[in-house]
């Protein structure tokens, strides 16, 4: 089974605007991280906002924020005030305590429209 | 300044000719790993290392080596290169702090198996 999924393959959203990327998960382990990166056309990696499964609140880090659902297993990442800029492709990924494997979903493209 | 390096950025190869991409850490870092990130599948991970002379393998490890002789370097192995082995190649470290140990990567390497 996938540890991580990403529905998403592509998104749209206008400037300014708000986005949801959904990001689900599936680990039967009591302690994890989940983790948000950012790729953009020039190919490296941008660390954007960690979630542990302990964390009461959910996790903000300026213009993001990760809706975290425990219970549905969900960890979907929230831009506000989208920018021209936050176009590139998004990874969710997880990180069990008692594993050392990294797991990385397939990756939505998220394309911001002027 | 804190940076993981890969060399080369960028390699053409053909099909069984033995090649290394080297991967180097600055920031003291215990756990490194490899991945690869094909187009539709997102990054999976090839190989992790925990520390020096402890590695294992991820999910896609067949047709990798790796070896850690020192924390700094994880190289990774290609002995006999195919050409379904044409990815972008992604090297990545991090402290092993509980659930959080954000990863921070190397600029990738574009490598093409003829």
């Known amino acids: 089974a996938q540890k991580i999924t990403q529905t998403q393959p592509g998104m749209f959203v206008q400037e300014k605007e708000a986005v949801t990327l959904d990001c689900t998960y599936d680990?039967?382990?009591?302690?994890?991280?989940l983790f948000w990166y950012k790729q953009p056309s020039s190919g490296e990696m941008i660390f954007l906002i960690y979630?542990?499964?302990?964390?009461?609140q959910n996790a903000t880090e300026g213009r993001y924020s990760l809706n975290f659902q425990k219970a549905r297993k969900s960890a979907n990442l929230v831009i506000s005030a989208s920018q021209l800029g936050d176009s590139a492709m998004y990874f969710c990924?997880?990180?069990?305590?008692?594993?050392?494997?990294?797991?990385f979903g397939t990756g939505t493209s998220l394309t911001v429209i002027p | 300044e804190a940076q993981v390096t890969q060399n080369p950025r960028y390699l053409i190869t053909v099909t069984g000719k033995k090649l290394t991409v080297t991967c180097s850490q600055n920031?003291?870092?215990?756990?490194m790993s490899w991945y690869r990130q094909d187009p539709g599948l997102g990054l999976r991970q090839i190989y992790y290392?925990?520390?020096?002379?402890?590695?294992d393998k991820g999910d896609v490890p067949e047709g990798y080596k790796v070896s850690r002789k020192e924390k700094r370097n994880f190289p990774l192995i290609l002995e006999s290169p195919s050409p379904n082995q044409t990815s972008l190649y992604f090297c990545?470290?991090?402290?092993?702090?509980?659930?959080?140990?954000?990863?921070?990567f190397g600029p990738g390497t574009r490598l093409t198996v003829l």
């Open positions: 990545a470290s991090s402290f092993i702090i509980s659930s959080y140990n954000e990863q921070f």
């Open positions: 680990t039967s382990d009591q302690s994890y991280g």
């Open positions: 979630q542990g499964s302990y964390d009461e």
């Open positions: 990924a997880m990180r069990e305590v008692w594993g050392n494997q990294f797991y």
């Open positions: 920031m003291n870092h215990e756990y």
């Open positions: 290392s925990m520390n020096v002379e402890v590695t």
